[in-house]
C-alpha cells in the first residue's frame, strides 16, 4: 500500500484538509434569495424528496466522490459510508483505478457496499479509460452508476500528470455500453455551456459541474509540485455559480449535479434555485470527519439536513421543483458575468 498512487490518496485528504475555508468564504453569497415574510407553510408541509435515476432520495444532496485507494483512506470511506447509510444520502466514492493496478486495495472502496448494502452507490473513474476498466469498478462496488471525471486542469498542475486529453471517443463508448447511468463529473474547476453541449452529443444524461469555490485542486496540486510555483492557477475555472448560470445558455439540459464549494445548506438551497436537480458535497463533509469524529459528523450532518427543510419552509418552497421559481439577485461580479457570456 505504498504505491506513489496510494500515496497520492492520503496526501490528497490532508492537503484539502490544509487548504479548506470556512464556510463564510462561499462563492454562494454572491447569489442572494429574496426572503418570504408569509410562507403560508408549515415544516410538516415541505417535501425535500426528489427521484434521481430512477430511485426516490430523501434529500437533493449527494455525498461527492473522495477517497479510497489506501489504508487511511479506506477508513473514511467505511465512515462516509456509514454516513450515507445513516443519512440515506447517496453516496460517491473517489477514483478507483489504483484498485485496477493494485487488486490489494479493493476492500477500500469495496468497503462502502459492505457498510451500506442497500444505499445508492455511485463509482468513479478518470476520463481515458476503456469500458472494459469502466465495467469493472461498477462491478468493483455493485455501483447503481458511475461518475467519470473530466480533470484536465488538475492534471497539468498535478507534477505527474497526463499530458493526454483525448477523452470523448472513450466517453461515448462508456455510456453507450454500460448498463448504469453514467454521470461525467468535473473535479473543482466548472462546466462551461460548450462542455455540456459537447457531451450531451455523445449521449451523456447527467452531469457534475462541480465548480470552484470549495476543495480546490489547483491549490492541492501546486503544493504537490517541487517549486509550488503554479499558484497563479489558484483562481482557474468556473465558480458553481457560474457554471449554473451557464446551463441557462442550453435548450435542452442533461440532469444536473451541482457541487464545488457546497458547504451549508442554504448553499445548496441556492444551487438548486439556479437550477441545479442535486447538490454534492465533498470538503466539508470531509472536514468534520477530520476534525471531529463519526459521531459529531453524523450529528452535524442530520442537523444540516433538517435546516435544509427549514431554509425550503423559510423560501416559500413545499417540494425541491419549487426552489427553481425562486427570486435571485446576483453580486456585481456575478451580474456582470452573466451579461459577458449572454446569459438572460
Ligand atoms: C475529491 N474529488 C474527487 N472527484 C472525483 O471525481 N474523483 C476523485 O478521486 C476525487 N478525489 C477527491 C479527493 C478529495 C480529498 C476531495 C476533497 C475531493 C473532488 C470532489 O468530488 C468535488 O468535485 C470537489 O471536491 C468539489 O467539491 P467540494 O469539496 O468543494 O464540496
Known amino acids: 500500500m505504498t504505491s506513489q498512487q496510494s500515496h497520492r490518496k492520503d496526501e490528497h485528504v490532508s492537503l484539502a484538509e490544509k487548504f479548506h475555508q470556512p464556510t463564510d468564504t462561499s462563492d454562494f453569497s454572491q447569489v442572494r434569495i429574496l426572503h418570504q415574510s408569509l410562507p403560508e407553510l408549515a415544516l410538516s408541509d415541505?417535501?425535500?424528496?426528489?427521484?434521481?435515476?430512477?430511485?426516490?432520495?430523501?434529500?437533493?444532496?449527494?455525498?461527492?466522490?473522495m477517497t479510497g485507494g489506501s489504508k487511511q483512506t479506506?477508513?473514511?470511506?467505511?465512515q462516509l459510508a456509514q454516513l450515507a447509510e445513516a443519512t440515506q444520502l447517496p453516496m460517491a466514492v473517489g477514483s478507483q483505478s489504483?484498485?485496477?493496478?493494485?487488486?490489494?486495495?479493493v476492500p477500500t472502496f469495496s468497503v462502502v457496499r459492505k457498510r451500506n448494502p442497500n444505499g445508492m452507490v455511485?463509482?468513479?473513474?478518470?476520463?481515458?479509460?476503456?469500458?472494459?476498466?469502466?465495467?469493472?469498478?461498477?462491478?468493483?462496488?455493485?455501483?447503481?452508476?458511475?461518475?467519470?471525471h473530466v480533470n484536465a486542469a488538475q492534471e497539468i498542475i498535478m507534477p505527474e500528470g497526463d499530458r493526454e486529453f483525448y477523452w470523448l471517443d472513450q466517453l461515448a463508448a462508456i455510456v453507450a455500453k454500460l448498463d448504469?447511468?453514467?454521470?461525467?463529473?468535473?473535479?473543482?474547476?466548472g462546466m462551461t455551456a460548450k462542455t455540456v453541449q459537447k457531451l450531451m452529443s455523445i449521449g451523456v444524461k447527467y452531469v457534475d459541474l462541480s465548480g470552484r469555490g470549495g476543495t480546490s485542486f489547483a491549490k492541492i496540486e501546486n503544493f504537490r509540485r517541487p517549486e509550488k510555483e503554479m499558484t497563479y492557477m489558484a483562481d482557474w475555472g468556473l465558480t458553481t455559480p457560474?457554471?449554473?448560470?451557464?446551463?441557462?445558455?442550453?435548450?435542452s439540459r442533461p440532469v444536473i449535479i451541482a457541487s464545488g464549494g457546497i458547504k451549508t445548506p442554504l448553499d445548496a438551497i441556492k444551487a438548486l434555485a439556479l437550477g441545479a436537480d442535486i447538490a454534492g458535497m465533498a470538503g466539508e463533509i470531509l472536514h468534520h470527519l477530520i476534525t471531529t469524529d463519526y459521531a459529531a459528523t453524523e450529528a452535524w450532518l442530520i442537523h444540516w439536513l433538517r435546516d435544509f427543510k427549514q431554509l425550503m419552509l423559510l423560501t416559500g418552497s413545499e417540494t425541491v421543483k419549487d426552489l427553481r421559481k425562486q427570486s435571485m439577485v446576483f453580486s456585481p461580479e456575478l451580474e456582470s458575468f452573466a451579461r459577458q457570456r449572454f446569459i438572460s
Open 242 to 251: 457560474e457554471s449554473l448560470l451557464e446551463m441557462r445558455k442550453l435548450s
Open 98 to 105: 489504483v484498485a485496477l493496478k493494485e487488486p490489494a486495495l
Open 46 to 65: 415541505i417535501d425535500s424528496t426528489v427521484i434521481f435515476q430512477n430511485r426516490r432520495l430523501n434529500y437533493p444532496i449527494l455525498i461527492e466522490a
Open 180 to 189: 448504469v447511468p453514467v454521470i461525467v463529473k468535473e473535479v473543482g474547476f
Open 122 to 148: 455511485i463509482a468513479n473513474i478518470g476520463a481515458g479509460h476503456s469500458v472494459d476498466d469502466a465495467q469493472k469498478v461498477v462491478n468493483m462496488i455493485s455501483a447503481d452508476a458511475l461518475q467519470v
Open 74 to 78: 479506506g477508513q473514511l470511506n467505511a
